[in-house]
């Protein structure tokens, strides 16, 4: 019987190892990935200047869409915000997507909207009911167009301002977003510089403005959240886009552009559908579908991330809010990952289907479940006096400091690249909340995650949640 | 894992992590003393343009002076991000001036030292360097390496040929675009943009001969290009061209035409009631739909085409 212990013990131990080793090894190489290619951006933005393309002709024309939905509060100044984006060719289309509050009032009376002739053609992507399309009859917000639906979701939302537009790029937000001013100057380089890889999406980092001064949907001055939830989540944000996208970028690896801010052509949202209306994560679903019809089409195509934060949102500060949000994008990876299951392991799909794919199972999906066996493992050795109490210590102080170590390469590269969080203060602020992470925010992260792995299983129902926010100019201004 | 082992590992993360942040700490600190050294440069750069370019009677400042200046400021071989900077401030200011300042600019910049830093950058075995050196070239309008940089215009790295291309045409104009035939790689968009911008700046009247030749062209960025060129100078009379090239095969050169069409659509209406009436030949529904929906913003045309305004009704 004891050496059955042992023996299992062995093994699973072994396991363990095997597979944080693995993932180490990924997160380190993803240092390196991220490091050549912000390197790379760096030396290749010398050809393509910002004030270049501003005032450049003939670029190709964008159309922003902004969902939104009971948005009231911020709405007006949101819109402001998007309308003052510095690029030649642009529309905003905003969708209210069936709001109860005053949002389609106040967008009525502050940009003088008056109804609109609807669309002279079919729409290619299947929608809920447009009530109505509104135009401004200020000529300086003519780049404005409201439309009126019911509700029918984001995906929908975003959908029925695919079918609006007649622009060659879309550029996917959401009303409570803040972007950079310069940013669909910066967001359409990829398109302007492609040349044998159709750009198929593209994606720009996406900050955390909990704590900063906010006027009018423009931040004037960026501050580190004082709240240590979202501060943790600044840390957890600038892993994520720096190292994690920025490395799987530069290996054409990217499954995912976040929904918040995405840019892609028109046409190929089009040919796949649009968004799906049925999943709560349809922004990875969306690009891995997009990735399937290019591979489908055999067509060379590739998903650019860029190393720049060109888009701000808040966190919630909340621990209800958070597990509410993390769990929702649990179950948006279960069901992605179940949809496209076929693709998995499918040589089919190339690097995606081979690579990628089965990466997303065993790391991103698979972590959690590992982490909570891990747990479970520990504490039925610990009962049952197995535990060598020393080792158990000192493999936890080693996987913590490898933790550490890797947020603070993250940091280190966010500081080294950009010029927003650039005093000793601030630093050290962000190294705090790294170094607190493990203790105070994993875990709750890891039971958000399988709280929304044991929804799917068994098939509860609770949709996207309420993701309460304190609103950008009502909070923060100062 | 034995203990020792884990010990070991704890010491490596301790020592990297310990590393990375004093590193960290010395990079900000270097950053402060870098953005003070390069606004001081630029300070000096502007003291001594500005008496260069507008010198008060009796005052006037050599190019030698210049360089001296520059040079204690901290432009010297030796630090080569300083040279990179003061070339940039260089172009920056050589845009913004025009007439007899962009000539004493040019001048300022062959006579300074460091001598030749561009056209030493261009014979770089490094793509991003040779690049930067030929965009300089052009920038700050030095024609005598031209012959240098044409071996590069079909160099196989993008940016290297990109700068290369704009660069002939910089200093060839419409000649430069007997290239276009020969091209063989690819031209992405930037590259047409800038190509099409620059010819507009060298020369605003057109040469029709030089762009019949790229017709032929088997490469559907080329004809891109030339459909660009034709929608820049407002072209009238290459219909032809554009209705065929409306049903080419390459999704982007028919995108072009349909934007070049409501383009000349502007000035002359029969251009987007070609576009409507060819619509359909179109081989791809996604631009058909397209083109309906560029002609429905126009009200003039809704206007002035019952038929359009029947197929409105009938689809709203």
């Known amino acids: ?55 450049a002709s003939d670029l190709p024309h964008i159309t922003l869409i902004a969902p939104a939905y009971n948005e009231g509060p911020t709405i007006i100044d949101n819109v402001f915000s998007l309308l003052l984006l510095k690029y030649p060719y642009y529309d905003l289309i905003v969708v209210n997507d069936g709001s109860k509050d005053d949002s389609l009032q106040k967008l009525i009376d502050k940009f003088n ?48 301002g695919i079918n609006f537009s007649s622009s060659e790029l879309i550029l996917c937000t959401d009303a409570d977003c ?17 040349t044998d890889k159709e750009v198929i999406a593209c994606g720009g980092g996406i900050g955390l403005a909990n704590g900063s001064s906010i006027e009018k949907g423009v931040i004037k001055k960026l501050r580190l959240p004082q709240n240590l939830l979202a501060l943790i989540q600044v840390v957890e944000y600038i892993r994520a886009f720096l190292l994690g996208r920025m490395s799987w970028g530069e290996v054409n690896g990217l499954l995912l552009v976040s929904g918040a801010f995405g840019m892609f052509p028109r046409r190929r949202l089009v040919e ?68 496209h299951k076929k693709m998995i392991g499918n040589s089919k799909y190339g690097t995606m289907g081979m690579i990628f794919l089965p990466y997303w199972v065993i790391f991103e999906f698979g972590a959690p479940l590992v982490e909570l066996i891990g747990l479970l493992y520990i504490i039925i050795s610990a009962s049952m006096g197995w535990l060598n109490w020393e080792v158990t210590f000192y493999a936890f102080v080693a996987i913590y400091l490898i933790g550490c170590l890797f947020s603070t390469t993250a940091v280190f590269l ?40 044991y929804k799917m299983l068994f098939n509860i129902k609770s949709g996207w949640g309420t993701m309460t926010r304190k609103g950008f100019s009502s909070a923060n201004s100062s | ?78 630090f080569p991000g300083n040279i990179d900077y003061l070339i940039q401030l260089m172009i920056r200011t050589q845009r913004a001036l025009g007439g007899i300042n962009h000539h004493k600019i040019k001048k300022l910049y062959s006579e300074i030292p460091p001598y030749g830093v561009s056209i030493a950058k261009v014979r770089s075995k490094k793509w991003s360097v040779k690049a930067r050196g030929i965009r300089e070239i052009y920038e700050m309008d030095q024609p005598q390496y031209l012959k240098e940089i044409v071996p590069y215009y079909n160099h196989k790295n993008i940016y290297v040929r990109r700068e290369a291309q704009i660069a002939l045409v910089v200093f060839l104009g419409w000649e430069s675009l007997s290239f276009l035939p020969m091209l063989t790689r690819r031209v992405g968009l930037w590259q047409q943009i800038k190509i099409v911008e620059k010819l507009h700046d060298v020369d605003k009247s057109y040469n029709i001969g030089y762009l019949r030749n790229c017709y032929k062209s088997s490469n559907p960025d080329v004809l891109q290009l030339v459909i ?89």
Not at chain 2, 12 to 22: A, D, E, H, R, T
Not at chain 2, 23 to 33: G, N
Request: overall charge positive; aromatic content about 12%; charged content about 20%.
């Open chain 1, 1 to 55: 019987m004891h050496t059955f212990i042992d023996y299992f013990s062995w093994v699973i131990s072994k396991g363990f190892f095997i597979y944080g080793a693995c993932l180490t090894s990924f997160y380190f190489i993803g240092v390196y990935l991220a490091n050549r290619g912000i390197l790379k951006a760096r030396r290749r933005n010398v050809f393509l200047r910002s004030q270049d393309v501003i005032s």
């Open chain 1, 113 to 160: 909207l008056e109804v609109s002739l609807q669309n002279p053609s079919e729409n290619p992507i299947e929608t809920a009911h447009v009530r109505n399309i509104y135009k401004s009859k200020n000529t300086s917000y003519k780049n404005l167009t409201v439309i009126d639906k019911e509700n029918g979701g984001r995906s929908d939302a975003i959908n029925t």
């Open chain 1, 178 to 194: 803040i972007i950079e001013e310069t940013a669909l100057v910066k967001m359409v380089t990829p398109y302007l510089e492609a």
């Open chain 1, 272 to 339: 796949v559908g649009g968004f799906d209306t049925s999943t709560i994560g349809e922004d990875f679903e969306l690009c891995v579908r997009l990735r399937k019809h290019m591979e489908e089409l055999n067509l060379s195509y590739k998903i650019v991330y860029l190393p720049l934060t060109l888009c701000w949102t808040e966190a919630p500060e909340t621990y209800k809010i958070f597990i509410s949000q993390r769990d929702r994008w649990a179950r948006g990876l279960c069901e992605t990952l179940s949809t």
């Open chain 1, 414 to 453: 966010y500081v080294n690249y950009f010029n927003q969080y650039n005093t000793i203060g601030q630093i050290f602020k962000l190294l705090g909340a790294a170094y607190l992470e493990p203790f105070i925010f994993h875990p709750i992260l890891v039971y958000a995650s399988i709280k929304g792995y």
């Open chain 2, 1 to 78: 894992m034995r203990s020792p082992d884990i010990f070991t590992l704890i010491e490596i993360s301790c020592f990297f992590l310990g590393c990375n942040i004093v590193l960290m700490i010395l990079m900000v600190q270097y950053r402060k003393y870098r953005g003070k050294r390069l606004s001081n440069l630029e300070a000096v750069f502007a003291d001594c343009v500005s008496s260069y370019l507008y010198p008060r009677p009796g005052e006037q400042i050599t190019s030698a002076e210049v360089g001296e200046a520059l040079s204690k400021a901290g432009v010297k071989k030796c």
């Open chain 2, 228 to 316: 660009r060129i034709i929608k820049k100078y407002q072209i009238m009379s290459e219909t032809d061209f554009l209705e065929k090239m409306l049903c080419h095969d390459d999704y982007e050169v028919r995108e072009a035409v349909i934007y070049c069409l409501l383009s000349l659509g502007v000035k002359n209406p029969e251009m987007r009631r070609l576009l409507y009436s060819l619509r359909t030949t179109i081989p791809s529904e996604i631009q058909q739909t397209q083109v309906l929906k560029y002609l429905y913003k126009n009200q003039d045309f809704i206007l002035n085409h019952p038929e359009f305004v029947i197929g409105l009704n009938r689809s709203a």
